[in-house]
């Protein structure tokens, strides 16, 4: 570990302040030492993101210096940073799915030859990089077709390319089965003996405790502390997060499964580029039970999520909903058969921005008795209904009328859970519930799907987090390949590890036992 003194980056009294007022960083002081993972924790809207956006250049703050190796430095964008040695893997991979792996390699640095772009030179210096480092790749894979454990190496490499020094890395386990993040923490513990330096940030404050030297909690734009990592506990760093223990605990008493809700037959899906995502999966769904579906993004779980919500039709196959096939309905009758819908991506899908959180909680129930009467809204009503789920949901806002786009995620996400909570659904798909969001708005979601669950619905829980399924899911089902491989009615004495083998394609159940989810 680097010397206590031996400050590779320093940021003194930052403050930001965004053209609405908002003070997302008030006077922050963050500092890493040479060659230390640095974990960066707090809740949505603590100020973590726009602190990382200050140091890679993609905002400006009011007030405040960062010093770089000493010396007190301007940047003013990511490519000053970069210039710098500060490079960030965002959360959301910054890839071009159709180019190549070297060609993303070399996205803005590009090798030219008489002219023109160099392709084998470009293949070359993946090579080079990715044995530099031991992170193997294949220069000439379109990124479309890599797994997202390589789609994150190959963002790593990107920034290792590029001379960086200090690597930021933006909840980079989110969408990683066990042994993919137990692969990426050998990866960054030799990146460490290199001498590299990490700003980890993460929810999963278990990974901040194992990969973590040292870390720094933020709450409401300040920063509460920094400390070794090996002083503190789990439940230290929750109450400095949110002011009380809030490690993610959810009380769950046994299923009691009734009747079939939805049931999907043999379901195929070719997606735009004529790749079959999804083969002959079958399910059903039953009143009073979480199905849970575990498996690496990008092996069907959106699509079915989006043929069950129609907001893509069934190419082949049936879905029904409560005996009634869904084929050729608009997403408002699928809605109407008493299914709520919380997207994987609450902006697009979820919520409109520019909207204000009245508006986006009564958006399913607008034209409905109470909402609307002779073709004109009732305001008093519909603010009276938003308060009180701003209320029951604990959203932090100015009110009713506040613009979606002035809260952090964790808050958006509750307005969205707010409205397809409320609406009394006999049918819940919960398609990545709690991501990207902190432990105090997990908890409070997560408690609300298995009251849910209690008062009698069917939920459909998709989730890349291995341990909110297991904690939340009375059974599971288990996709590779676009395929189910696994399926488990109970969840008791099956280990992270071992879905892992099987979201992997390590391991196959035999035929028989996949068909108990359906027959």
């Not at 503190?232 to 400095?240: A, G, K, N």
């Not at 508006?359 to 305001?379: E, H, M, T």
Request: hydrophobic share 40%; aromatic share 6%; with cysteine.
């Amino acid at each position: 570990m680097a010397d206590g003194n031996e400050y590779v980056l320093s940021m003194q009294n930052i403050t930001k302040i965004y053209s609405d007022g908002f003070v997302a960083n008030k006077n922050i002081d963050f500092s890493v030492r040479k060659g230390d993972i640095h974990g960066l924790v707090g809740e949505n809207g603590a100020g973590k993101s726009t602190l990382m956006k200050v140091l890679f250049g993609q905002e400006h703050p009011e007030t405040g210096k960062i010093f770089f190796k000493g010396k007190e430095v301007s940047i003013s964008s990511p490519l000053a940073a970069l210039r710098l040695g500060i490079g960030m893997v965002h959360q959301h991979f910054m890839l071009v799915p159709s180019l190549t792996v070297a060609e993303n390699m070399v996205f803005g640095v590009e090798p030219t030859k008489f002219g023109f772009f160099d392709y084998k030179d470009a293949a070359r210096r993946t090579r080079e990089v990715a044995e530099k480092f031991g992170l193997p790749v294949d220069p000439d894979m379109r990124v479309r077709d890599l797994y997202v454990g390589q789609k994150q190496r190959v963002e790593i490499l990107k920034m290792l390319l590029r001379n960086v020094e200090v690597l930021i890395l933006d909840e980079p386990t989110a969408v990683l089965t066990p042994q993919e993040t137990q692969e990426l923490f050998v990866q960054l513990v030799n990146l460490k003996k290199q001498g590299y330096t990490i700003v980890f940030i993460s929810h999963k404050l278990g990974e901040i405790k194992q990969i973590c030297d040292r870390l720094t909690v933020l709450r409401d734009g300040r920063s509460i502390a920094t400390v070794d990592v090996d002083s503190v506990s789990e439940q230290d760093i929750s109450r400095m997060m949110v002011g009380r223990n809030a490690i993610n605990t959810v009380v769950k008493t046994p299923a009691h499964p009734g009747e079939v809700r939805l049931s999907a037959r043999h379901l195929n899906y070719f997606n735009a580029f004529g790749k079959q995502v999804i083969r002959d999966i079958s399910f059903d769904l039953r009143a009073g039970k979480i199905l849970g579906v575990a498996g690496i993004e990008g092996n069907g779980q959106r699509e079915i999520s989006e043929m069950i919500t129609g907001m893509d039709r069934v190419q082949s196959g049936e879905i029904r909903i409560g005996g009634t096939p869904i084929q050729g309905k608009t997403v408002r009758q699928i809605r109407e058969m008493q299914l709520s819908h919380i997207s994987e991506d609450r902006m697009t899908y979820g919520v409109a921005a520019d909207a204000s959180i009245e508006d986006n909680v009564i958006a399913d129930r607008y034209y409905k008795k109470g909402y609307s009467r002779r073709g004109f809204l009732s305001r008093k009503a519909i603010r009276s209904e938003t308060e009180r789920l701003i209320g029951a949901f604990g959203i932090k806002c100015d009110g009713p009328r506040a613009m979606v786009k002035t809260l952090s995620g964790g808050n958006i996400q509750k307005v969205v859970a707010a409205r397809e909570f409320s609406n009394a659904p006999q049918v819940l798909i919960a398609n990545q519930p709690t991501r990207g969001i902190d432990v105090g708005a997990s908890e409070l979601i997560r408690g609300k799907i298995v009251a849910l669950r209690d008062e009698g619905a069917a939920v459909l829980l998709i989730s890349a987090d291995i341990t909110e399924l297991m904690e939340l899911s009375d059974s599971l089902i288990v996709l590779c390949g676009g395929q189910i491989v696994a399926y488990f009615e109970s969840l008791e004495g099956v280990t992270e590890n071992e879905l892992g083998e099987y979201m992997l394609g390590l391991k196959t159940q035999s035929k028989e036992e996949i068909g108990r989810c359906w027959k």
